[in-house]
């Protein structure tokens, strides 16, 4: 438990620490920080987990690092927001990207993991 508490503690700064600085740096109603954060956490997740690690290193990075990196309830909440605001053109291409590219990255890095 304390793996996974840990790697949750980290996994969450660099979330907020990710999001903060693209906010800083972009200006668009588009959540790209949450984009980011979600397709990098599919692509590493999919690399450790073809690694094949310790049951150690999964606990701390796979499911405490990534865990808490990556963010589903955020990516839903924004998804009810675009359509609450009936900016269809956003939420189909968030939708679209966050799951088409996800699993897309979490493939490939299934397969460099692999290797």
């Not at 793996?3 to 800083?24: C, M, P, T």
């Not at 150690?56 to 796979?62: P, T």
């Not at 839903?76 to 590219?101: G, P």
Request: proline share 2%.
């Amino acid at each position: 438990m304390l793996l996974v508490a840990a790697g949750g503690f980290f996994g969450a700064v660099f979330r907020f620490g990710i999001g903060q600085w693209v906010k800083k740096h972009t200006v668009t109603v588009f959540p790209l920080a949450t984009l980011f954060v979600n397709i990098t956490g599919s692509f590493l997740l999919g690399w450790l987990t073809g690694m094949e690690p310790s049951d150690s290193i999964r606990l701390f990075f796979g499911i405490g690092f990534m865990g808490a990196f990556t963010t589903f309830s955020t990516l839903k909440l924004e998804n009810i927001q675009f359509y609450r605001k009936k900016q269809w053109d956003v939420l189909i291409l968030y939708l679209a990207l966050s799951y088409i590219v996800g699993i897309l990255a979490a493939l490939a890095g299934f397969v460099l993991g692999s290797r």
